[in-house]
């Protein structure tokens, strides 16, 4: 008997397969767009931790992991951005303070979203951010390292430590404001479409209304380290997806399977025939078979001439059968059929000077 998928996977592969999927390229080079955040919004996923009486879902975790790795396999950067969301729905979830009635409802429905900004407490005993008592409310003076959404998030989690070393966390809008000020968006080595940025923040002021959780350093630290020592199922939909554009045809990211992203589109390129040139006059049988070769180049030919599969010709003599492999650059070979050449020549050696 085959059991249904949740709705909520279900609804994860349609956004997926006609939302994300199809401009996933474009987004990884550009930013996320806010069309694709709307969708997220939507689709009830920002929602899926969330208690029912506050529009959640209340899934179980296996689907919340399920619907990770089908978002972060279709585009990981617009998955990036609304996974920080999550963060904020548990805290109130499990909050009595006043902020959960007023945050929790529009948030599980996906009214708001929302970003964190918290990393920075795993630098203690350092201090990024420090957070003091000051008139019937909070004080955050310090600098977060990094912020991802901003421009897309409408509200933010941010957190600091107190002067009793207590972890304490409190909503705040997520723009530009007196006491907080974003820097220019990050260039990353990966993800750089998030729109990451960093906060200055001097004299930030927030009222205790705001606060959504507040307690000892040490018994946050026991509750964030699993966080950083278990894997996240984002990786899991990253590889999935890797291996789709392996199995399309002939390999090439022009006909990628739907759950290809933009993290596991690889950048290829390839000769217009397997030949070292267009024309060859060996024809088809000298054509490598159909596909594209990633930029970075593979192991060596066996033979070194053109690429072309198979043993080589009855005439052919290889200046070197094999590159070396601790040369700086390939030495140059040359095919007989079709006078081309692959490599470069090798440096000269240095003369050596004698007495």
Sequence with gaps: MTIPPHPLVTRARQLAAEVLAPQAERVDQEVVPAS?????KRSGLLGVSAPVEY???????????????????ACCSTWFVQTQHHTPVITLANSELPVRERLLGPLAKGELLSGVAYAQ??????????????????????TVPWYTGWGLNDVMLLAGVTDSDEALFAFTEAREQPGLRPSPAMRLAALTASRTVSLELGGLWLPDDAVALRTPYATWAATDRPRNTNASPAVFGVTASALDLLDSPGGDPAAPSPRTSCAARSRWSAPS????????????????PTGSWPRRRPSPPAYGWCSAPGPPPSNWTPSAPRWPKRAPRPVRTACTTCSSTVGSPPRPARPVETS
């Design 36 to 40: 694709s955040i709307e969708a997220v």
């Design 55 to 73: 529009g959640g879902s209340a899934a179980p975790a296996a689907v919340a992991r399920e619907t990770t790795e089908i978002l972060a396999g």
């Design 121 to 142: 407490l795993r630098a203690y005993p350092r201090l990024p951010v420090r957070v003091t008592r000051e008139g019937g409310g909070w004080r955050f003076d310090g």
């Design 273 to 288: 025939t397997g030949c070292c040139r267009t024309g060859c006059p060996r024809g088809p049988a000298h054509s490598a």
